[in-house]
């Protein structure tokens, strides 16, 4: 079996309150770990060590990592839990951070484990500029026209049936003890930032994203978040309107 272990660290930088010594105790316990009959007896040449990578060594390494048939990521250091995201972002150095749902990709067996804070906040200003836009969004839908316009829009579609799998048949579907299945949790995800790009002048017009068009949404968070082993299916008529899942109005 080929086998590979990548450990990456970020203690901070030096001088820093933040500074994290105890990463590189980390390292050193996870290398010892893995080499030794306990770990899985793994040869020197199999683990990666990276202390403070860059994005693009990440992204190459992962991409590098898809040739084994086992492999570990190990990170340890500073990290934080992206609300607007949803997903846990670790920093690899000053100014470069990743998206840890980036490491289950293009893999069939890995084990990922993240050392990191997983404090909730909105690091990035963009991110904190769309939360709020969000927010001031869903304070200007009104209940009764956003329930009118979503009965109009099913009166509009033909008789049917529209079903949603969160997986294909022999798979598996996942879920997160926190947020819940990978497929639920695409598909609210999607309505979300649907409604936060949307530029519908209401309430003089309303818009609606369809059951079909939040199923397409939810496909990528569903693939990245099962490392590409869960795949959603859908069935609809081939033409016509379909159902609203979210409307705005």
């Known amino acids: 079996m080929d086998r590979k272990a990548l450990i990456m660290s970020n203690p901070g930088e030096v001088g820093d309150e933040k500074y994290c010594k105890g990463v590189y105790i980390d390292v050193d316990n996870y290398k010892r770990h893995l080499i030794s009959p306990l770990g899985g007896s793994w040869y020197n040449h199999e683990i990666l060590v990276h202390d403070r990578p860059t994005k693009k060594q990440v992204d190459d390494y ?14 340890t250091g500073h990290g934080y839990y992206s609300k607007y995201k949803d997903t846990t972002i670790i920093e690899l150095r000053k100014d ?3 998206d ?3 490491l289950r990709r293009a893999t069939n067996k890995r084990t990922i484990i993240l050392d990191c804070c997983r404090k909730i906040y909105l690091r990035v200003i963009f991110e904190d500029s769309l939360a709020k836009a969000a927010v001031r969004a869903a304070k200007t839908l009104n209940p009764n026209r956003c329930r009118i316009a979503f009965e109009k829009e099913i009166t509009q579609c033909a008789n049917g049936v529209v079903v949603g799998y969160g997986c294909a048949k022999n798979e598996m579907s ?3 003890e926190s947020t819940g299945g990978y497929y639920s949790s695409g598909l609210l995800r999607g309505a979300k930032k649907w ?11 309303h818009n609606t994203l369809s059951i079909v068009s939040a199923h397409n949404k939810a496909i990528e968070f569903v693939d990245r978040a099962s490392s590409g082993n869960q795949h959603p299916e859908i069935e609809k008529p081939r033409s016509g309107s379909y159902f609203p899942f979210a409307v705005i109005a």
């Open 174 to 176: 996942g879920e997160n």
């Open 100 to 102: 840890s749902l980036d």
């Open 195 to 205: 409604l936060e790009n949307d530029n519908t002048d209401i309430p003089k017009y």
């Open 62 to 75: 992962v991409n590098q990592l898809s040739n084994y048939d086992y492999t570990i990521i190990i990170f």
């Open 96 to 98: 470069e951070e990743y």
